[in-house]
C-alpha cells in the first residue's frame, strides 16, 4: 500500500515512547482522533526491522477492550518512517496521573485501584493465554515493558494496556541502550538473567498496582545494584492504613520473589474482589 501523506492531518505530538514520537492525527475522511506512533527506522538493522514488522502483525490481532487498539500501519519510504495508527486515548498515561496525584496530595480510591488492576489482569490474560478471549488462537504475546507509563485512560477512566512487546525487538545490549529511566519493575527471574515470562508480567503489576497505592514504585535505590538486591529480597513495605489488607495480601501474591508461587493471571481473575470489581463491566 503507497503512502497516503494526506489520509491523515498531523496535530500537536502527545507523547515519546523509548524508540519514537506520538503524535494526535485526525482522518480527513471522518474527522475520527487516532494517535500515531512515529518510527524512525533509518538506524534499524534488517533483523530488528523484520521482527518489527512481525510483531507489528501480532499486536494488530490483539483485540480487547483493555488493549489500546491498532488500526494500521503505513511507510513513508522515503523519509524512512514506520507509521502506526492506534487508538487515541484523552486521559494520556497513568504515569502522568500518578505524577499529578503526588503534586497534589491525592490518592486513588481503592475502589479505582481494584478497577483498574481487574481491567490490567483481563489485558494480560487475553496475551498469555491466546484463545482464551474472541480473538482466535495465535503465539502468546508477552508485555515485557508494563509500567505507569505504557497504560493509558480513555474518556471513561477505563485503563489500556498499549506499546506492545516492541521492546522485545532490542536483543540484551540494544535494549540496555534503549531503555530509558530506571528498571523499577524488573522482576528478581530478569536480574538472575533467567527466561522472561508470564510470572515476570504479573510482576510487574503487582510493582505498578503497589505504585498507585502509595505513588512510588515497591523498591527503590540510589544505585541499580542496590535497587536489584531489594528486588531480590523482596521485602514490601505496608500500604497507607487507607486500603484494605485484601488488596495488600494480592499484591504481596503478586510480588512473590520464587516465580512458581507467584500468581497467573488465571489465578489472579478468580480472586472474588476481582470478580467484583468486573461485576461492573458492561
Ligand atoms: C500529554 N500526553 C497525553 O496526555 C497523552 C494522550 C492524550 N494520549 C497519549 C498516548 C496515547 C494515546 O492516546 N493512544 C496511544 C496508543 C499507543 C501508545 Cl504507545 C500511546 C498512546 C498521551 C501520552
Redesign the pocket.
Known amino acids: 500500500m503507497e503512502y497516503n501523506p494526506n489520509k491523515y492531518e498531523p496535530l500537536n505530538l502527545?507523547?515519546r515512547?523509548s524508540f519514537g514520537v506520538?503524535r494526535k492525527v485526525r482522518r480527513r475522511s471522518d474527522g475520527k482522533i487516532y494517535?500515531r506512533?512515529e518510527i524512525d527506522y533509518k538506524r534499524m538493522s534488517e533483523r530488528e526491522k523484520k521482527q518489527l514488522v512481525a510483531e507489528v502483525n501480532i499486536l494488530r490481532e490483539l483485540r480487547h477492550p483493555h488493549i489500546?487498539r491498532y488500526y494500521e500501519r503505513d511507510v513513508d519510504r522515503d523519509n524512512c518512517l514506520m507509521y502506526i495508527y492506534?487508538?487515541?486515548?484523552?486521559g494520556?498515561?497513568l504515569a502522568?496521573v500518578i505524577r499529578r496525584y503526588k503534586k497534589r496530595g491525592k490518592r486513588f480510591a481503592e475502589q479505582t485501584i481494584w478497577k483498574y488492576l481487574a481491567q490490567l489482569l483481563l489485558a494480560l490474560h487475553e496475551c498469555h493465554c491466546p484463545g482464551s478471549g474472541k480473538s482466535g488462537v495465535r503465539p502468546t504475546v508477552l508485555h515485557r515493558d508494563l509500567k505507569p507509563d505504557?497504560v493509558?485512560l480513555d474518556g471513561r477512566d477505563d485503563v489500556k494496556l498499549?506499546?506492545f512487546g516492541l521492546s522485545r525487538l532490542m536483543d540484551g545490549s540494544e535494549f540496555a541502550r534503549t531503555y530509558v529511566g530506571t528498571p523499577f519493575y524488573m522482576s528478581p527471574e530478569l536480574i538472575s538473567e533467567s527466561s522472561y515470562n508470564e510470572k515476570s508480567d504479573v510482576w510487574a503489576l503487582g510493582c505498578l498496582i503497589y505504585e498507585l497505592c502509595t505513588l512510588d514504585p515497591p523498591f527503590q535505590a540510589k544505585t541499580q545494584s542496590q535497587l536489584a538486591m531489594k528486588i531480590q529480597q523482596g521485602a514490601v513495605a505496608p500500604l497507607p492504613p487507607q486500603y484494605s489488607q485484601e488488596l495488600f495480601y494480592i499484591i504481596k501474591a503478586m510480588l512473590q520473589v520464587n516465580q512458581s508461587r507467584r500468581p497467573t493471571t488465571a489465578d489472579l481473575l478468580e480472586v472474588p474482589m476481582i470478580k467484583q470489581a468486573l461485576g461492573e463491566e458492561p
Open positions: 502527545i507523547g515512547g506520538i494517535a506512533k489500546v492506534m487508538e487515541y486515548c484523552e494520556g498515561d502522568e505504557n493509558f498499549g506499546d
